[in-house]
């Protein structure tokens, strides 16, 4: 076996309705002032209500900062940092999507002042500690909950990562009553994203490892039997569950087995237009499948039957992957998603800069089981069209 390194959050807790148990766990953790990090939707809609009354009845203070946006800029961060700093908090709490929890993490790193955002950025860069951080997802397909990255908005169409174990939480908690009111597109694009870190952790060519390999599977089995019910039945709490579980063990994957082509190719698509991240990666995920048969059809193969439960599956696995792809774009136009770039209003001769910048996203493509070059890039784009 390969020398591997995994790492994880070490507490998740479960269940419908355990955000309200909050107030408990901050208490075990020591903790008396609370920073709540989150998006204005979320307070609207009423997400935070018990866990908020959870630490009241608790006695621990707390803050909210509501002004987290989606594919959050870097002045969302400092200002954060500087509520935190001003409210004294000894704890922060990340409460929403991907954006909210992004944010939560530099800021209980950043919050002590050691070192600036602009060093964060690139791998390991982080040297200090952090305050304690939780995060409570409300969408299911980040897994942002679970990894060690934030994603940031640094131009107007350029995003950078910080990764490091540091920002890797104490505790998430998985509470499904908080996704039942995300609407039936979000699920889709949120719920493809998800199935989609599961699949490029399964094939990453670097680092894939007995134990992401273990959660891809876990994930792609719950997530596939789960989407279409999600979607269309919004309230379904059971669906909801398997789907917010699914994200999470997908994020634990990828966060150690990395994402590659899907996600490259799809990041010009985000920057470009503001095509969500879930569709973008659904848009190109059919070609991708197939330009990667010739070095992943057998790993394809070995998740195939999760994916597509039931199915008579051909023996040849580049049979299976042909299936696969076909499979992904019924189960996107059955979801209510597009399927193709013309239908997103982008125009054919966009396609060559989509390919130039999809190149940059060197960070991705060396996880690809293929090597992708400009050619490939601009011919998957064009299949994609
Ligand atoms: N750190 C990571 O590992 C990682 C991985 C992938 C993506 N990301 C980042 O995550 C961000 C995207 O996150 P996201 O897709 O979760 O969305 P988001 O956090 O940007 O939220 C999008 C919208 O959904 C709304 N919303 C959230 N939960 C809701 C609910 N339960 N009901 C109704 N509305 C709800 C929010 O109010 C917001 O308006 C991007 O910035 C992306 O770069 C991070
Ligand atoms: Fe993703």
Not at 40 to 45: R, T
Not at 46 to 55: E, M, N, P, R, T
Not at 235 to 261: K, S, T
Not at 337 to 361: C, F, G, H, V, Y
């Amino acid at each position: 076996m390969n020398k591997f390194v995994f790492s994880t959050v070490a507490d998740v807790v479960v269940g419908p309705g355990t955000s309200a148990q909050v107030g408990d766990m901050a208490v075990a953790m020591g903790i008396s002032r609370v920073l709540v990090v989150t998006d204005a939707g979320i307070v609207q809609f009423g997400l935070l209500d018990k866990a908020l009354q959870s630490l009241k009845s608790h006695n621990i203070e707390y803050s909210i900062y509501a002004d987290v946006v989606a594919d959050p800029p870097e002045s969302v961060v400092m200002d954060a940092v500087a509520k935190a700093r001003d409210f004294k908090c000894d704890c922060v709490i990340g409460f929403g999507g991907g954006s909210s929890m992004d944010v939560a993490k530099l800021l209980a790193v950043l919050i002590n002042g050691k070192q600036l955002l602009a060093d964060l950025y690139g791998v390991d860069k982080v040297t200090g500690g952090r305050l304690p951080l939780i995060q409570i997802p409300t969408t299911a397909g980040t897994g942002s909950e679970a990894t060690m990255v934030s994603i940031i908005t640094t131009g107007e169409t350029t995003k950078a990562g910080v990764v490091s174990r540091t920002l890797l939480a104490d505790k998430i908690i998985l509470d499904a009553s908080l996704t039942t009111g995300l609407p039936a597109h979000v699920t889709a694009a949120t719920g493809i994203d998800a199935m989609v870190h599961a699949i490029e952790a399964y094939t990453s060519k670097r680092l894939k490892n007995p134990l992401s390999d273990m959660l891809a599977r876990e994930a792609l089995r719950l997530l596939a039997a789960n989407i279409s019910t999600a979607v269309k039945q919004g309230d379904n709490l059971e669906a909801r569950g398997a789907m917010l579980l699914g994200a999470m063990l997908a994020g634990q994957a990828f966060a150690n087995a990395p994402v590659a082509a899907v996600h490259a190719l799809a990041y010009p698509l985000g920057g470009n237009y503001h095509i969500p991240h879930g569709l973008s990666n659904s848009l190109v995920l059919p070609y991708v499948l197939r330009f990667n048969a010739p070095a992943a059809a057998e790993l394809y193969a070995e998740i195939a039957g999760l994916i597509m439960p039931g199915k008579l599956l051909p023996d040849d696995p580049t049979a299976v992957t042909e299936m696969l792809a076909d499979h992904f774009l019924v189960l996107a136009a059955d979801l209510g998603l597009q399927t193709t770039l013309r239908q997103m209003d982008i125009a054919e001769n966009d396609l060559p800069k989509l390919a130039r910048e999809s190149m940059l996203q060197q960070r991705l493509l060396i996880n690809n089981p293929r090597e992708v070059n400009l050619n490939d890039s601009l011919a998957i784009y064009r299949q994609a069209y």
